[in-house]
């Protein structure tokens, strides 16, 4: 087997069009690389890296199988609520140890960052808020209620003489057993 590997590499070297063998030069000849964790970039001439800021929170869904798995992914899975439903989504902070957790079951899972393009929400605008599939957190400010409705209606449950519950269901009771009556 290894004698056909050499002779299909020495017969590729005979057809290709040049006639030095490429050889790849050390890395450490190059200058201007940027050191990152764990590898050394080398942008090219007059490329900058666009600003990026990273998000706070991820959405995390499973896409794999829970079963099957090795008790130490399964627990990482179980401990984040994803040991139940696929389309279960869990929300985790951009840490350093919670992505430890979610390397060692990225295979399991699928990641989306969350974007908010309006903002974080105040303490008194979480009523008209959405998470998207696509991680897009929104805010939407017609869906917030009015407050002098919110009022109106704290006012009217705090009436002594308003209908009850309870009234209301039994004349609805006697109503639908005795539909042809006059009484209500």
């Known amino acids: 087997m290894l004698s056909l590997v050499k002779h299909s590499v020495n017969n590729l070297n005979k057809w290709c069009w040049c006639t030095k ?16 964790l ?7 001439e007059g490329e900058v890296d ?22 130490w992914q399964k627990k990482i899975l179980t401990d ?5 439903k696929g389309s279960d989504i869990a929300i985790v902070k951009n840490t350093p140890e919670m992505n430890a957790r979610l390397w060692k079951v990225k295979h399991l899972i699928k990641i989306t ?14 009523w008209g808020t959405h998470l998207d599939t696509e991680g ?16 109106a209606t704290e006012d009217f449950e705090k009436l002594a003489n308003r209908v009850d519950k309870d009234t209301v269901e039994k004349n609805c009771r006697n109503k639908w057993l005795n539909p042809w009556s006059t009484i209500v």
């Open 113 to 126: 960052p969350i974007q908010t393009p309006d903002g974080l929400p105040e303490k008194e605008e979480y």
């Open 38 to 44: 764990g590898f050394t970039y080398y942008p090219r």
């Open 80 to 84: 984040m609520g994803l040991d139940h």
């Open 136 to 151: 897009v957190f929104r805010i939407s400010k017609k869906l917030l209620p009015d407050s002098k409705r919110l009022e």
């Open 50 to 71: 666009p600003p990026y800021t990273a998000t706070k929170l991820f959405m995390v869904q499973r896409v794999k199988r829970y079963l099957y798995n090795p008790y």
């Open 21 to 36: 063998t490429m050889t790849v030069r050390g890395l450490n000849s190059w200058t201007g690389g940027k050191k990152y």
